[in-house]
Antibody
Framework: QVQLVQSGAEVQKPGSSVKVSCRAS????????VGWVRQAPGQGLEWMGG????????NYAQKFQGRVTITADESTNTVYLELSSLTSEDTAIYYC???????????????WGQGTLVTVSS | DVQMTQSPSSLSASVGDKVTITCQTS??????LNWYQHKPGKAPELLIS???NLKTGAPSRFSGSGSGTHFIFTISSLQPEDIGTYYC???????????FGPGTKVEVK
């Protein structure tokens, strides 16, 4: 059974960066696309971007271009989300999610991490 | 970019009622649309993929239909555990995009 386990809650200051991890277990890692989705308080779900680990290819939502970096470490089956220049509007729960169709962009989020709360506060 | 709308934004229905949520897109996306349930404090769950395919293990009271720009999600008989927010989500491969609708909050009377 595929499991995605995310790193713990973070508190960061405005202007800083945060890096959240998502470790996959239970099956192959590299071929399957992984994406990041966030939910700010009182808001809906928002896709940030994704990666196909076997190719290293990434794609990002236009809103986050230049501020987000998604990477993958195949040796530890872990995907990372790094978000820079944080503001209070980045306070949200961040989820990683994985598809079941390999070697293509994220199409459907079949598996989800438990979520990581990132709080941006001075 | 593909714009997405959902209606209604919220609804309240009784146990056993049929519930229908509509998702419309600004461009033809064929059947590249999924539906999720999101309960407070939990991760979202995929219910329907490719417009009409019920995910293995999901209750059969959930169903989806539609193609092109108009899609419908139905709960045939609302249950107390169905409370939450339901999102449609489209995916587009040129360039790869993955967008959620604004969501529909479902409550049980």
């Amino acid at each position: 059974q595929v499991q995605l386990v995310q790193s713990g809650a973070e508190v960061q200051k405005p202007g800083s960066s945060v890096k959240v991890s998502c470790r996959a277990s239970g099956g192959a890692f590299s071929p399957y696309p992984v994406g990041w989705v966030r939910q700010a308080p009182g808001q809906g779900l928002e896709w940030m971007g994704g990666i196909i680990p076997v190719f290293g290819t990434t794609n990002y939502a236009q809103k986050f271009q230049g501020r987000v970096t998604i990477t993958a470490d195949e040796s530890t089956n872990t995907v990372y989300l790094e978000l820079s220049s944080l503001t209070s509007e980045d306070t949200a729960i961040y989820y990683c999610a994985r598809d079941v169709v390999p070697r293509g962009p994220l199409a459907a989020a079949h598996y989800w991490g438990q979520g990581t709360l990132v709080t941006v506060s001075s | 970019d593909v714009q997405m709308t959902q209606s209604p934004s919220s609804l309240s229905a009784s146990v056993g009622d049929k519930v229908t949520i509509t998702c419309q897109t600004s461009h033809d996306i064929s059947n590249y649309l999924n539906w999720y349930q999101h309960k407070p404090g939990k991760a979202p769950e995929l219910l329907i993929s490719d417009a009409s395919n019920l995910k293995t293990g999901a209750p059969s009271r959930f169903s989806g239909s539609g193609s092109g720009t108009h899609f419908i999600f139905t709960i045939s008989s609302l249950q107390p555990e169905d409370i939450g927010t339901y999102y449609c989500q489209q995916y587009y491969n040129m360039p790869p995009m993955f967008t959620f609708g604004p969501g529909t909050k479902v409550e049980v009377k």
